[in-house]
Antibody, heavy 119, light 107 residues
């Protein structure tokens, strides 16, 4: 069974940093293109960014709202995806989901981890 | 970035109703348009991909159509478990984007 489990969400002050993790199982992780998607309180889903698979160099893409502040990386040996978030703003508050790009859509998704940016 | 606009933003409907949700994109995405269902406290779930392809395990009362810039999600007969928020999402450009969501509530 394919499974994605996020962790690392916490309360952090504006300007601070936080690293989220996503443990993957049930599929060949190093070939998978992985994304982070977030949902701010009362708002819709927002794609944050992706990291491509090993065969295409594990390159990354980011939404304009996080580019230069967030970094996505992966540890293929431990089937784990990371999201390093720096210079956090209050508007970064929300639930962060890890998801796989199955072809040209997202499936499956993790259950999410809550990040709260507040003083 | 490609912008997606869903309409309506919310709707109230009764069990058994036919429900239609529209998604318009700011430029052509061909048929690279997907639909998701999201319930509070749960992970989002893909319903349709490539505009009209039903994901395995999704009930046949869900259907999708459209190409270019105009797309539609239809629920032919609304069931109690269908009350949720629905999102369209494009995967034509390298930077994927979502619509703002349509909340389907009980009338």
């Amino acid at each position: 069974e394919v499974q994605l489990v996020e962790s690392g969400g916490n309360l952090v002050k504006p300007g601070g940093s936080l690293r989220l993790s996503c443990a993957a199982s049930g599929f060949t992780f190093n070939d998978a293109w992985m994304s982070w998607v977030r949902q701010a309180p009362g708002k819709g889903l927002e794609w944050v960014g992706r990291i491509k698979g090993k065969s295409v160099g594990e390159t990354t893409d980011y939404a304009a709202t996080v580019k230069g502040r967030f970094t996505i990386s992966r540890d293929d040996s431990n089937s784990t995806l990371f999201l390093q978030m720096n210079s956090l703003k209050t508007e970064d508050t929300g639930v962060y989901y890890c998801t796989m790009e199955m072809g040209r859509w997202f499936d499956p998704w993790g259950q999410g981890t809550l990040v709260t940016v507040s003083s | 970035d490609i912008q997606l606009t869903q309409s309506p933003s919310s709707l109230s409907a009764s069990i058994g109703d036919r429900v239609t949700i529209s998604c318009r994109t700011s430029q052509s995405v061909y048929t690279y348009l997907n639909w998701y269902q999201h319930k509070p406290g749960e992970a989002p779930k893909v319903l349709l991909y490539g505009s009209s392809n039903l994901q395995t395990g999704v009930p046949s009362r869900f259907s999708g159509s459209g190409s270019g810039t105009d797309f539609t999600l239809t629920i032919s007969s609304l069931q109690p478990e269908d009350f949720a928020t629905y999102y369209c999402q494009q995967s034509h450009s390298s930077l994927w984007t979502f619509g703002q969501g349509t909340k389907v509530e009980i009338k």
